[in-house]
């Protein structure tokens, strides 16, 4: 399956901002889609998951913040991100967990994520 991310860009502090994820084959059957982001310096964490029945996880630095949905007649993954934080600044990564609901891979290219303060 590939993934292809889109609606990264610059906003200010306590700005919103929605992601996507477009895969390029049906969803139904993935397990676990996730969210991950990788900022200057540092290493690639896990931001948000949800599973194919509809549980979704967050990380504790976005939980209240951030909501992660999927829509499988669509093939796509969303975050919406809100009361964004200079922080939250990274490159943002959607992944799919399909022989089991932790083993994330392939990654789209991702989408950059800039919060100004």
């Known amino acids: 399956v590939q993934l292809e991310e889109s609606g990264g860009g610059l906003v200010q502090s306590g700005g919103s901002l929605k992601l996507s994820c477009v895969a390029s084959?049906?969803?139904?059957?993935?397990?676990?889609m996730g969210w991950f982001r990788r900022a200057p310096g540092k290493q690639r964490e896990l931001v948000a998951s949800?599973?194919?029945?509809?549980?979704?996880t967050y990380s504790a630095s976005v939980e209240g913040r951030f909501t992660i949905s999927r829509d499988d007649a669509k093939n796509t993954l969303y975050l919406q991100m809100d009361s964004l934080k200079p922080e939250d600044t990274a490159i943002y990564y959607c992944?799919?967990?399909?022989?089991?609901?932790?083993?994330?891979?392939?990654w789209g290219q991702g989408t950059q994520v800039t919060v100004s303060s």
């Open positions: 949800v599973t194919s029945g509809g549980r979704t």
């Open positions: 084959e049906s969803t139904l059957s993935i397990n676990a």
């Open positions: 992944s799919v967990a399909i022989t089991d609901y932790v083993s994330f891979g392939p």
